[in-house]
T-cell receptor, first 111, second 114 residues
Framework: GQQLNQSPQSMFIQEGEDVSMNCTSS?????WLWYKQDPGEGPVLLIA?????ELTSNGRLTAQFGITRKDSFLNISASIPSDVGIYFC???????????FGTGTSLTVIP | GAGVSQSPSNKVTEKGKDVELRCDPI?????LYWYRQSLGQGLEFLIY????????KSGLPSDRFSAERTGGSVSTLTIQRTQQEDSAVYLC????????????FGPGTRLTVL
């Protein structure tokens, strides 16, 4: 199946640091979603983006829908231990009926 | 509960056996998706059901994989003659409708083929 390019693949950071990850696609999307997956559980939606250029925050999380419609980034400020997990982006083509998921970014926060 | 549920949570089977994985979507959600997640990998789309429309089976990796959704609610993913490479976590998600609606995921079924 088709997947988005998500980077970095993994991150090891100190508690309190900021985190940035991104997703890119060769095709135009009209919706971007960011999910977090804790071990042994299904992904949970963090932020949804529906418009090019849109910048949306959810607490310490901020995500942006790229102007070109081919990319999106997620920032986490002042990381804490419970931020540990795998973060996935997901994109929907404007003519599509299913989301394509990124390969995930594994985040480890060192206390 | 009000979320998506899946059963069993873990399944260990021998190579060549058939397995059935079950998904109970959120009540009222018309769209249902199955994904496969191999160790350390992203989510691989398998199949999508939307209401009474014909399912989108474009992600099924082989004819050993099939899925059905009875009465527009519960779905069963069947893998026949399992192979070791089928070992993965199988995730189910549902949404109010298809397209850009948020998908709510179940906890997954971890399948191990010995």
């Amino acid at each position: 199946g088709q997947q988005l390019n998500q980077s970095p693949q993994s991150m090891f950071i100190q508690e309190g640091e900021d985190v940035s990850m991104n997703c890119t696609s060769s095709s135009i999307f009209n919706t971007w979603l960011w999910y977090k997956q804790d071990p042994g559980e299904g992904p949970v939606l963090l932020i949804a983006l529906y418009k090019a250029g849109e910048l949306t925050s959810n607490g310490r999380l901020t995500a942006q829908f790229g102007i070109t419609r081919k990319d999106s980034f997620l920032n986490i400020s002042a990381s804490i231990p419970s931020d540990v997990g795998i973060y996935f982006c997901a994109g929907l083509y404007y003519t599509g009926n299913q989301f394509y998921f990124g390969t995930g970014t594994s985040l480890t926060v060192i206390p | 509960g009000a979320g998506v549920s899946q059963s069993p949570s873990n399944k260990v089977t021998e190579k060549g056996k058939d397995v059935e994985l079950r998904c109970d979507p959120i009540s009222g959600h018309t769209a249902l998706y199955w994904y496969r997640q191999s160790l350390g990998q992203g989510l691989e789309f398998l199949i999508y059901f939307q209401g009474n429309s014909a399912p989108d089976k474009s992600g099924l990796p082989s004819d050993r994989f099939s899925a059905e959704r009875t009465g527009g609610s519960v779905s069963t993913l069947t893998i026949q003659r399992t192979q070791q490479e089928d070992s993965a976590v199988y995730l189910c998600a549902s949404s109010l409708a298809g397209g850009g609606n948020e998908q709510f995921f179940g906890p997954g079924t971890r399948l191990t083929v010995l």
